[in-house]
């Protein structure tokens, strides 16, 4: 988990050091969602400033740094998430004669030379993965913020008279300059008839989801006139597509299930840091542990969260599973006492009901 935050003002009436107070102060509210390291990028001319908080998981060193400027100076992208398939991906881009020399081994570094010679709609066609991103093309002028097809990382934008933000979380928004907080009323009906609030609301009539499976483009140069929202990818186009190749014999059905799984389960396993999985001893967990461990060469770690109440507890069930298939197990029993004493902490965890 890393967290991305960026700022573009109207009028390019502010000096190097006013952009970066302020985009410090904004990725200095997300420290939580990357504690490894931090940057930013500001280029007054265009008003426009990127901030990143890193979680380090693929390629450790500093040349997995964000913000990242692409080798011909023209592309500048901060990330949230991973792309699965950068290995192939890199792969290709090397096979077409796409880059030089690589500075790293990042899928940051990778998605960059992607954007930069497939552009935002065919890269997005190509990639695998959970994210959030900004990319900034100085060459065309444009900004582009993108997140994946199912939302799994999160993407807001505020806009006010003085200009745009884009956060991974709602509070930093409240670091700028005449931050509106004014509720969305029709946020709370939504959110007192389904329990959450829907996309593209917020909390906050100024800042909106970016939804699922799209991406927004703005004109740097023309930015007073808005932001365009393109959908790359539909749920419902998708599942419409798939009945017409429905597949009525059961062991080919069971065969691609398995495959389509144990797939999913390996690129996700890649990382440079160890890695474990929360098993609760259900179906999900368990099926996801089962492909882990099927294609690890050395027991992989398991965690579970258990409570002294048996009404409530689970950790039995993960336990039994984690010997079963042999991981390496941590089992943690929290008290109520210890479940009270985040409560008070809830409003910091959560920006909006």
Same mark, same amino acid.
């Given at each position: 988990?890393?967290?991305?935050?960026?700022?573009?003002?109207?009028?390019?009436?502010?000096?190097?050091?006013?952009?970066?107070?302020?985009?410090?102060?904004?990725?200095?509210?997300?420290? +939580?969602? &990357?504690?490894?390291?931090?940057?930013?990028?500001?280029?007054?001319?265009?008003?426009?400033?990127?901030? +990143?908080?890193?979680?380090?998981?693929?390629?450790?060193?500093?040349?997995?740094?964000?913000?990242? @400027?692409?080798?011909? &100076?023209?592309?500048?992208?901060?990330?949230?998430?991973?792309?699965?398939?950068?290995?192939?991906?890199?792969?290709?881009?090397?096979?077409?004669?796409?880059?030089?020399?690589? !500075? &790293?081994?990042?899928?940051?570094?990778?998605?960059?030379?992607?954007?930069?010679?497939?552009?935002?709609?065919?890269?997005?066609? /190509?990639?695998?993965?959970?994210?959030?991103?900004?990319?900034?093309?100085?060459?065309?002028?444009?900004?582009?913020?993108?997140? #994946?097809?199912?939302?799994?990382?999160?993407?807001?934008?505020?806009?006010?008279? #003085?200009?745009?933000?884009?956060?991974?979380?709602?509070?930093?928004?409240? /670091?700028?300059?005449?931050?509106?907080?004014?509720?969305?009323?029709?946020?709370?009906?939504?959110?007192?008839?389904?329990?959450?609030?829907?996309?593209?609301?917020?909390?906050?009539?100024?800042? /909106?989801?970016?939804?699922?499976?799209?991406?927004?483009?703005?004109?740097?140069?023309?930015?007073?006139?808005?932001? /365009?929202?393109?959908?790359?990818?539909?749920?419902? #186009?998708?599942?419409?597509?798939?009945?017409?190749? !429905?597949?009525?014999?059961?062991?080919?059905?069971?065969?691609?299930?398995?495959? @389509?799984?144990?797939?999913?389960?390996?690129? !996700?396993?890649?990382?440079?840091?160890?890695?474990?999985?929360?098993?609760?001893?259900?179906?999900?967990?368990?099926?996801?542990? =089962?492909?882990?461990?099927?294609?690890?060469?050395?027991?992989?770690?398991?965690?579970? @969260?258990?409570?002294?109440?048996?009404?409530?507890?689970?950790?039995?069930?993960?336990?039994?599973?984690?010997?079963?298939? &042999?991981?390496?197990?941590?089992?943690?029993?929290?008290?109520?006492?210890? =479940?009270?004493?985040?409560?008070?902490?809830? !409003?910091?965890?959560?920006?909006?009901?």
């Amino acid at each position: 988990m890393c967290g991305i935050v960026g700022y573009l003002r109207f009028q390019h009436d502010w000096q190097d050091g006013q952009y970066q107070d302020l985009i410090m102060h904004m990725s200095g509210c997300l420290a +939580h969602r &990357g504690p490894d390291s931090d940057g930013h990028w500001i280029d007054s001319k265009l008003g426009l400033a990127f901030g +990143h908080r890193r979680l380090s998981i693929i390629d450790l060193s500093p040349a997995g740094h964000q913000p990242m @400027i692409s080798s011909d &100076g023209q592309g500048v992208l901060i990330l949230n998430g991973e792309i699965y398939n950068f290995a192939e991906l890199r792969s290709e881009l090397e096979l077409i004669g796409a880059t030089a020399q690589w !500075r &790293g081994h990042s899928d940051t570094e990778v998605l960059l030379t992607a954007l930069r010679h497939f552009g935002i709609e065919k890269t997005l066609q /190509k990639i695998n993965g959970m994210y959030a991103f900004a990319y900034a093309d100085l060459q065309e002028k444009k900004l582009y913020l993108a997140r #994946d097809r199912f939302g799994e990382k999160p993407l807001y934008i505020y806009r006010d008279a #003085d200009g745009m933000a884009f956060s991974s979380e709602l509070k930093a928004f409240k /670091k700028l300059p005449h931050f509106d907080s004014t509720i969305d009323s029709g946020s709370v009906a939504e959110f007192m008839a389904y329990a959450y609030v829907p996309q593209p609301r917020s909390i906050y009539q100024r800042a /909106k989801k970016l939804p699922p499976g799209c991406y927004a483009i703005l004109d740097l140069l023309h930015p007073a006139d808005g932001m /365009k929202t393109v959908t790359y990818w539909s749920a419902r #186009d998708t599942a419409i597509n798939c009945r017409k190749e !429905r597949i009525t014999d059961e062991s080919q059905a069971l065969s691609q299930l398995d495959d @389509i799984l144990r797939r999913a389960v390996k690129s !996700r396993m890649a990382a440079d840091v160890p890695l474990g999985a929360f098993l609760s001893g259900g179906i999900d967990s368990s099926t996801v542990v =089962a492909l882990m461990q099927a294609q690890s060469s050395r027991p992989i770690k398991t965690y579970a @969260i258990g409570f002294a109440e048996d009404a409530f507890n689970e950790a039995p069930h993960a336990k039994a599973v984690a010997e079963h298939l &042999g991981t390496q197990h941590t089992e943690q029993i929290v008290t109520a006492a210890e =479940a009270m004493a985040v409560i008070p902490y809830l !409003r910091e965890f959560y920006d909006e009901p």
